[in-house]
Nanobody, 115 residues
Framework: EVKLVESGGGLVQPGGSLRLSCAAS????????MTWVRQASGKGPEWVSI???????MYPNSVKGRFTISKDNAKNTLYLQMNNLKPEDTALYYC?????????RGQGTQVTVSS
């Protein structure tokens, strides 16, 4: 059974940083691309980073230069380092098995950026 469990969210002031984790199990983690997705209240899901199996990473312009995705295959864990957070980054963040917003996902971790 595929299982994804996110952690690391919380309340942070604008300009602050957070590191999210996604612990994966039930599949060969190293062989699959993984995506971080966020969904703000009342809005649709938005991908914020993708880590491909060849090590290639992608970011939309909204987070490029502020967010960094990484993957530890030995620990079966996906990370998202988020720096210089803005109020518009407030959302539920979750990881998805595969590239894009569709696929098996975890329950998510809430990130709130507010002073």
């Amino acid at each position: 059974e595929v299982k994804l469990v996110e952690s690391g969210g919380g309340l942070v002031q604008p300009g602050g940083s957070l590191r999210l984790s996604c612990a994966a199990s039930g599949f060969t983690f190293s062989m699959h691309p993984m995506t971080w997705v966020r969904q703000a209240s009342g809005k649709g899901p938005e991908w914020v980073s993708i880590f491909y199996s060849d090590g290639t990473t992608m970011y939309p312009n909204s987070v490029k230069g502020r967010f960094t995705i990484s993957k530890d295959n030995a620990k079966n864990t996906l990370y998202l380092q988020m720096n210089n957070l803005k109020p518009e980054d407030t959302a539920l963040y979750y990881c998805v098995k595969g590239p894009g917003v569709s696929g098996i996902r975890g329950q998510g971790t809430q990130v709130t950026v507010s002073s």
